[in-house]
Nanobody, 114 residues
Framework: QVQLVESGGGLVQAGGSLRLSCAPSGRTFSAKFMAWFRQAPGKEREFVAQ?????YYADSVKGRFTISRDSAKNTVYLQMNSLEPEDTAVYYCNAADLNGMNYWGKGTLVAVSS
C-alpha cells in the first residue's frame, strides 16, 4: 500500500517562507500527478497546487507558492513564500497513479503568525 508522508510544516511569521515535502512510503508507484491541498480550521479542504504534465495553482497562492517534483523519487515539494496568516492550515499531499488510484497523506500543520 502506498502512503504519502508530508514534512516541513511549522510556525512562521507573516512574510516568511516554508518548504513542504511529500514522499511516498510503502510500495512504489508511478504518479500521474501530485498535488497539495489545505484545510484551515472550520473550513473545507481546498486545492492549492498540482503538478503533472501541467502545473496549476489556486488564485490565492499564485506568485507566492511554487510546486515542484522529483519524478524519479515521486517526491513533491511546495515552496511557500510571502506567507500570510490566511495560509494557516493543515497541508495535505495528494497523488494519483496511472490506474486512477488516489492517495493522501496525513497532513502537516503550517501556522503563520501576524
Amino acid at each position: 500500500q502506498v502512503q504519502l508522508v508530508e514534512s516541513g510544516g511549522g510556525l512562521v511569521q507573516a512574510g516568511g517562507s516554508l518548504r513542504l515535502s511529500c514522499a511516498p512510503s510503502g510500495r512504489t508507484f508511478s504518479a500521474k500527478f501530485m498535488a497539495w491541498f489545505r484545510q484551515a480550521p472550520g473550513k473545507e479542504r481546498e486545492f492549492v497546487a498540482q503538478i503533472g504534465s501541467h502545473t496549476y495553482y489556486a488564485d490565492s497562492v499564485k506568485g507566492r507558492f511554487t510546486i515542484s517534483r522529483d519524478s524519479a523519487k515521486n517526491t513533491v515539494y511546495l515552496q511557500m513564500n510571502s506567507l500570510e496568516p490566511e495560509d494557516t492550515a493543515v497541508y495535505y499531499c495528494n497523488a494519483a497513479d496511472l490506474n486512477g488510484m488516489n492517495y493522501w497523506g496525513k497532513g502537516t500543520l503550517v501556522a503563520v503568525s501576524s
